[in-house]
């Protein structure tokens, strides 16, 4: 028996939920056999009502007799109860243990604070989320203030499709998706005029809409009928506040008010997110509603494994004969709680599934913290996955595919087999192998991971390439510390934490700061995200990005020539918006045509996408009309996210087909 993913209210439940006849009139813990926490709450299998947080709450009469009546809709559904003898909610305010309401009395009182432009923390379904009014710019501000979350976007709950369509363009797919019962948060762009604080998302055009998930989040909205701006209930990176007590001492400096429960979570899940490109959906974040849904692999694993994915955006991958659990998004491994988290949650995958690894497979990069995580496991290792391998790897293997494809990976960057960084590649790979055919002109990045949030800096390694081309980079440097640019200088000079990257992931910022859109960036891929709503749908003709054919066989594209052309044209006046969409036809154009003579060459006419860069919608529709007029057939990722959500699902498929091969020797 398999663990179900949590489930959104059904129907039937919201129907009795608003009846005031009903017994469970206003109650927000209402479930049945279909819909209702699953993954959230339980503790071991075979899944049974003792074996979950519900547990703790003995069934009262009547719902003890719903539970073992055979036909009865919540007949031995785990998270059965009623007002009687279920869970609570209370509402407390921050400093004070006392408790001011409690039912649905506490939903109101909640709803009334939203409105005067209170801070609300909330216990959902996967932990805690932060609430504030999302048409009230003041109070958004200040969340984002309390937080220190800079200019990081936020997901926005409305009360009903009708509100979703007020604030934002929904054609048929986007609608299909919002109104699916996994309840993800949908990517959409902003109506104008929409009165969403401009602090939701600044500098952005796109919006991530939700629709309520769980009955208490269908209460609250039924009082505030207003859309609040929600996000994760974490200090920084930190993973997501779980229990009360810790809410209470955690988030009592960002929230003014907490809306608690007294029904434990025992797993952490953010919500999905995901976007509409072209007619279908792409995921940005694979999470709620979908975890921990089974995937297939392509080939058979001899023995039991586990995938310990990358160090930033960890999933993990736990997998048994051609079945393949691939977690909720664990977060970057970088401190102390975070690695926790991801042992605990694999701890649960191994218990809930009952498989026992043998085998561990890692990234190439040795030193990866996650790597570290899973040291003192005692497993034997498989070879090491080269990153961008695995990227390639997850789409053709969730495709069925185990043939030769031609693999064009864009990302931040991964270790590559040279060394250096890689994040632009066209590789022609199978399971077992790939080679590397195409790549980005190598470029100096001074201070290593402080350039992915100093655009700036990525604009002087390119610079250093062609210093005669300073000129057209002179926005790149404006403001910036006069004391920090010959510092970075003497970095690249004398090769002081400077890495070598080929990253398509930092031609995007290298771009920004040449066109004067971001210097600095507060998050990740904040430059390549407004780069993006710049260039919106704008018709735009390439600028120059020529290729060149090395010795060793390889394709180089060479990025100067295009930030040249990009500086040169905004000195002269041209609109940056246009530019920013010259810049996205520049990328697709060139690429396309280096993926069409590899894909002549080979006779492969399969062409898998993949890596965080192409959660750029403008840039995969570009690359996929470009390569389809070519009678090529691109596969885009649709099961799993193009970005490192997927990453520990390719090392998966890589290390089952290896064990296979070698099975078969």
């Not at 379904?125 to 710019?137: I, R, S």
């Not at 810790?246 to 025992?266: K, M, P, Q, S, Y």
């Not at 996955?385 to 069925?400: F, I, K, M, N």
């Not at 290593?448 to 655009?455: F, H, I, L, N, S």
Request: hydrophobic share 45%; with cysteine; charged share 25%.
């Amino acid at each position: 028996m398999t663990v179900s993913p949590d489930l959104s209210l059904c129907g039937e439940c919201s129907r009795e939920l608003f009846d005031a006849s009903n017994r469970r009139f206003r109650y927000p813990f209402i479930a049945c056999k279909e819909c209702g926490p699953r993954f959230a709450i339980v503790q071991a299998m075979p899944l049974a009502r003792e074996r979950t947080t519900m547990g703790a709450f003995e069934q009262c009469h009547d719902c003890r007799y719903e539970f073992r009546d055979p036909d009865d809709r919540r007949h031995r559904a785990v998270a059965n109860s009623c007002p009687v003898c279920g869970p609570h909610v209370r509402y407390q305010l921050v400093g004070d243990k006392r408790t001011v309401a409690r039912g649905v009395e506490a939903i109101r009182y909640a709803a009334r604070d939203l409105l005067r432009g209170r801070i609300i923390a909330f216990r959902g379904l996967g932990g805690f989320e932060l609430a504030v009014d999302a048409m009230n710019d003041e109070a958004v501000q200040q969340l984002r203030d309390r937080k220190a979350r800079d200019a990081r976007p936020f997901a926005v709950m409305v009360h009903a499709l009708s509100d979703a369509r007020k604030l934002a363009e929904l054609g048929p797919e986007a609608e299909r998706c919002l109104t699916l019962r996994e309840r993800p948060s949908v990517l959409l762009e902003r109506r104008a005029g929409s009165g969403l604080a401009p602090s939701v998302a600044p500098g952005l055009t796109r919006v991530a809409l939700y629709l309520p998930f769980t009955p208490l989040q269908v209460l609250l909205m039924e009082f505030v009928k207003r859309p609040i701006a929600t996000t994760g209930g974490r200090l920084g990176d930190e993973p997501v506040v779980t229990s009360k007590a810790e809410a209470v001492r955690r988030l009592g400096t960002i929230a003014d008010r907490f809306l608690l429960h007294d029904r434990e979570t025992v797993t952490r899940c953010d919500g999905s997110l995901l976007q509409v490109v072209g007619d279908a959906p792409v995921f940005h974040r694979r999470a709620r509603g979908y975890v921990p849904l089974p995937t297939t692999l392509p080939v058979r694993t001899p023995r039991p494994l586990v995938a310990i994915g990358p160090q930033n955006g960890n999933t993990f991958t736990l997998a048994s004969d051609r079945t393949a659990y691939v977690s909720q998004p664990i977060g970057d491994l970088r401190n102390l709680e975070t690695i926790a988290r991801f042992q605990e949650s694999l701890e649960t995958f191994r218990r809930l599934f009952a498989i026992e690894p043998e085998v561990v497979v890692q990234d190439l990069y040795s030193g990866s913290v996650s790597a570290g995580a899973l040291g003192q496991m005692g497993l034997e290792a498989a070879p090491a996955v080269q990153h961008h391998h695995a990227h390639v790897s997850a789409v053709a293997a969730e495709y069925g595919y185990t043939e030769r494809v031609v693999g064009v990976a864009f990302d931040g960057g991964g270790v590559g087999q040279d060394g250096s960084v890689w994040g632009a590649e066209i590789l022609v790979a199978d399971l077992c192998e790939y080679d590397r055919r195409a790549t980005l002109r190598p470029a100096p990045l001074p201070g290593g991971d402080v350039a992915a949030r100093q655009p700036w800096r990525v604009a002087l390694g390119y610079l250093s390439l062609e210093p005669d081309a300073a000129r057209a980079f002179d926005s790149a440097f404006e403001g910036v510390d006069a004391s920090e640019l010959p510092l970075a200088q003497r970095q690249i000079d004398h090769g002081i934490d400077t890495p070598i990257v080929s990253s398509m992931g930092r031609l995007f910022d290298a771009a920004a700061a040449v066109l004067g859109v971001r210097r600095v960036s507060h998050y990740e891929a904040q430059a390549a995200m407004e780069l993006e709503a710049l260039a919106g749908n704008r018709e735009a003709e390439p600028l120059p990005f020529p290729a060149i054919q090395k010795d060793n066989d390889i394709v180089m594209l060479d990025p100067i020539p295009l930030l040249v052309a990009l500086g040169e044209r905004r000195a002269a006046g041209d609109d940056v918006g246009d530019l920013a969409a010259r810049l996205h036809e520049s990328i697709a154009s060139a690429y396309a045509d280096v993926i069409r003579q590899i894909a002549d060459r080979t006779g492969i006419a399969k062409i898998v996408l993949g890596g965080g860069v192409f959660m750029n919608a403008r840039l995969l529709t570009s690359i996929v009309r470009r390569l389809e007029v070519h009678i090529l057939e691109p596969l885009v990722p649709r099961q799993l996210p193009p970005n490192n959500g997927a990453v520990s699902y390719g090392q998966a498929a890589i290390a089952a087909a290896i064990l296979a091969r070698d099975l078969a020797a």
